[in-house]
Nanobody, 126 residues
């Protein structure tokens, strides 16, 4: 019922910027928190940043001051502006959202469901 699609990944030089987007679509009634995670090859998936529906943000220590998460509630979209990228930022980036949606019977779900995108690859290299 809900789909999340990331975009904006690619190859960037160290020190450069990149902006990721993630759009949620489907029978969405309400989105609560949204987040970005990343997973480097051979490593676990780690939280990068979160943003609540009211705009409160939280960041992993490793990206504070360099990454900015934002969202457009009207478009059901979350963004991740990444500046001063480092080679260790190389990973696949995934968006996540907590969603209440309309079922086939047009009933709003009573609880939040977690949805993930398929990821977008970011490579930081010269």
């Amino acid at each position: 019922q809900v789909h999340m699609v990331e975009s904006g990944g690619g190859l960037v030089q160290p020190g450069g910027p990149l902006r990721l987007s993630c759009a949620a679509s489907g029978s969405i009634f309400e989105i609560n928190s949204m987040a970005w995670y990343r997973q480097a090859p051979g490593k676990q998936r780690d939280l990068v940043a979160t943003i609540t529906s009211s705009g409160t943000t939280n960041y992993a220590d490793s990206v504070k001051g360099r990454f900015t998460i934002s969202r457009d509630n009207a478009k059901n979209t979350v963004y991740l502006q990444m500046n001063s990228l480092k080679p260790e930022s190389t990973a696949k980036y995934y968006c996540n959202a907590a969603v209440r949606y309309l079922t086939g019977d047009r009933v709003v779900t009573s609880r939040w469901y977690n949805y993930w995108g398929h990821g977008t690859k970011v490579t930081v290299s010269s």
